[in-house]
């Protein structure tokens, strides 16, 4: 099962397209290296207050996907720089 979450973040404390680089550097590589997961940011590359994350996981089954992105969701929420905004999940 894979499992596909898109959600798109609005960052507040940004002030440049650097600062929002650096933001999401270091909550996609912490992201990574605590969940089995891959995360990329995958639209509004040139807007300094708002990006969207695509995050996948392969599993056994749609429970332990389902659960690994909840986790993985989780854990970008505790960031205090930003707030998640639409978030929509595919599963194949």
């Known amino acids: 099962m894979i499992g596909y979450a898109e959600c798109e ?37 040139d807007e300094w207050k708002h990006a969207k994350i695509a995050i996948v996981t392969v599993s056994s089954s749609r429970q332990a996907a389902e659960r690994e992105l909840s986790h993985a969701l989780k854990f970008l929420d505790s960031y205090p720089d930003w707030e998640r905004g639409e978030t929509i999940y595919e599963w194949l």
């Open 9 to 45: 973040w609005h960052l507040y404390t940004s002030q440049s397209l650097k600062a929002k680089r650096a933001v999401l550097k270091r909550a996609l590589t912490c992201l990574k290296q605590k969940y089995n997961v891959s995360a990329a940011e995958i639209d509004f590359q």
